[in-house]
């Protein structure tokens, strides 16, 4: 009985410090695989690189924090939608920006517009999403794939399946800009994370997300609702879909309706790597953070070590079996089977 309380008691400690083992453990990786590229390339320990595999997980790195919440949120929770989210919020903030599909110049009303419009329309999708899961019932799985495959439709069809190129430079900025030498889209994935890490840990609401990952009917059960929070989460992450997408637009320099196309996969795999159970009410934005970054360095690396870039996608897809793998058994060892 006793070990049954301290397993507990240990439960609750792990999950109110603001930095666990599994995130130690992905440091761990990806100092380990930058000692190995920093002795197969010199090129790696460079500032520059240093600072590029960053700018590169920047926007996966802010996709992932909104899929961390739904992640943890379990009940087969998932977005298959975010990286079609993305393409729908570009498009539409491009429209907004320039409706006569010529360049111009824009003012500060109209680039305010035009961010928030591409807010809302990520937000939109969320809620969407929120309302086939939570409200009709449908499985995350079915709802979201259905969202992927309408939302890239209206992208294409909006934008007449061309891209807009030449984006106002406050929008380049965003995605190229730099703050006090530190790429500005990763700026705004720390401030993200920080902000959704404290989301999870202190309020009231992240604590509730945490429960419906951990059994939804115990949740039912003590007075939370469910459904309400569920629509919540989801909205959320369209929400931070859609700033992933201004972001993502300002590095390109142009809204395209392909744009995010198959980010998704990255993103699941970005929380998957950095600790979150895909069975829901464990992880965290850190760790989430952290995949990203070393997902981007493993691609660092291919690139420097003129690796065929077809082996990337197979090589990421081990990393996220691997985490997959050393979850599940994670799981039973807890559960004592």
């Known amino acids: 009985m006793n070990d049954r309380a301290n397993d507990r008691t240990s439960s609750r400690l792990r999950q109110r410090l603001?930095?666990?083992l599994s995130d130690a453990g992905i440091l761990i990786w990806i100092a380990a695989i930058g000692l190995f590229l920093s002795l197969a390339s010199p090129q790696f320990f460079a500032k520059a690189n240093f600072v590029n595999i960053l700018s590169q997980s920047a926007v996966i790195g802010i996709l992932s924090v909104g899929m961390t919440l739904v992640i943890i949120s379990g009940n087969d929770g998932i977005d298959l939608s975010v990286g079609s989210i993305v393409g729908i919020s570009s498009v539409t903030m491009a429209l907004v920006l320039f409706p006569d599909d010529a360049a111009g110049i824009v003012g500060a009303a109209d680039l305010l517009l035009a961010a928030g419009i591409a807010l809302a329309v990520g937000a939109l999708c969320g809620v969407i999403n929120g309302i086939m899961i939570a409200y009709v019932?449908?499985?995350?799985?079915?709802?979201?794939?259905?969202?992927?495959?309408?939302?890239r439709g209206v992208a294409a069809f909006v934008s007449s399946g061309r891209p807009t190129?030449?984006?106002?430079?406050?929008?380049?900025?965003?995605?190229?800009?730099?703050?006090?030498?530190i790429p500005f889209p990763v700026v705004i994935m720390v401030?993200?994370?920080?902000?959704?890490?404290?989301?999870?840990?202190?309020?009231?609401?992240?604590m509730r997300i945490y429960a419906i990952g951990g059994n939804i009917r115990?949740?039912?059960?003590s007075g939370i609702q469910v459904k309400k929070i569920q629509l919540a989460i989801y909205t959320l992450n369209g929400l931070i879909a859609g700033i992933a997408a201004i972001v993502l637009s300002g590095r390109v320099n142009q809204a395209h309706?392909?744009?995010?196309?198959?980010?998704e996969m990255y993103t699941i795999g970005a929380v998957v790597i950095g600790g979150t159970s895909l069975m829901g009410g464990k992880g965290g934005v850190i760790g989430s953070v952290f995949g990203a970054i070393l997902m981007a360095e493993v691609q660092n690396g291919i690139n420097l070590l003129d690796i065929p870039v077809a082996f990337m996608r197979p090589i990421l897809g081990i990393l996220i079996i691997t985490a997959v793998v050393i979850d599940q058994w994670q799981k039973r060892r807890n559960s004592g089977d």
């Open 257 to 263: 309706p392909e744009a995010g196309m198959t980010y």
């Open 191 to 206: 401030m993200l994370a920080l902000a959704v890490f404290v989301v999870l840990r202190v309020t009231t609401f992240g």
């Open 137 to 151: 019932g449908l499985p995350p799985f079915i709802a979201t794939l259905a969202m992927m495959t309408a939302a």
């Open 18 to 20: 603001p930095f666990t």
């Open 165 to 181: 190129y030449g984006l106002p430079p406050a929008i380049v900025f965003l995605g190229q800009g730099r703050l006090f030498g």
């Open 218 to 221: 115990t949740a039912f059960l």
